[in-house]
C-alpha cells in the first residue's frame, strides 16, 4: 500500500500565494507520476498538475503561469506553488499519485481563496 499525506491548505486572500506538499510513503517502487487535481463543491475532480519521475509537467491551462508543480524523487514528494490565487481555484486539493497503472489519493487538503 501507498500513503499519500498533504499539508498546506488553507485561506487566502486573492492575489496571495500558498504551497501545498505531499509526501508518500510504503510499498513504493517506481513511483511514475505524481500531481495534483482538485474538486470544487458540485463538481468533477480536475486536473491541476502532474510531473513524472524525469520532471515533465502538464499543467491545466485555468493555472499555466500562475502555480508550480516540483519533485523530490529522493524524498518521495511532490509540491504545488500557487500564486495569484483566484477564487475559483477554492477547492479541495487531491494529491496523486501512480506506480505502472495503479493510482494513489492523499485525504485532500481545502484551499478557500476569498475575494
Known amino acids: 500500500q501507498v500513503q499519500l499525506v498533504e499539508s498546506g491548505g488553507g485561506l487566502v486572500q486573492a492575489g496571495g500565494s500558498l504551497r501545498l506538499s505531499c509526501a508518500a510513503s510504503?510499498?513504493?517502487?517506481?513511483?511514475?507520476?505524481m500531481g495534483w487535481y482538485r474538486q470544487a463543491p458540485g463538481k468533477q475532480r480536475d486536473l491541476v498538475a502532474v510531473?513524472?519521475?524525469?520532471?515533465?509537467?502538464n499543467y491545466a491551462d485555468s493555472v499555466k503561469g500562475r502555480f508550480t508543480i516540483s519533485r523530490d524523487n529522493a524524498k518521495n514528494t511532490v509540491s504545488l506553488q500557487m500564486n495569484s490565487l483566484k477564487p475559483e481555484d477554492t477547492a479541495v486539493y487531491y494529491c496523486?499519485?501512480?506506480?505502472?497503472?495503479?493510482?494513489?489519493w492523499g485525504q485532500g487538503t481545502q484551499v478557500t481563496v476569498s475575494s
Open positions: 510531473i513524472t519521475s524525469g520532471g515533465s509537467t
Open positions: 496523486y499519485a501512480r506506480i505502472v497503472t495503479v493510482s494513489y
Open positions: 510504503g510499498s513504493i517502487f517506481r513511483l511514475n507520476a
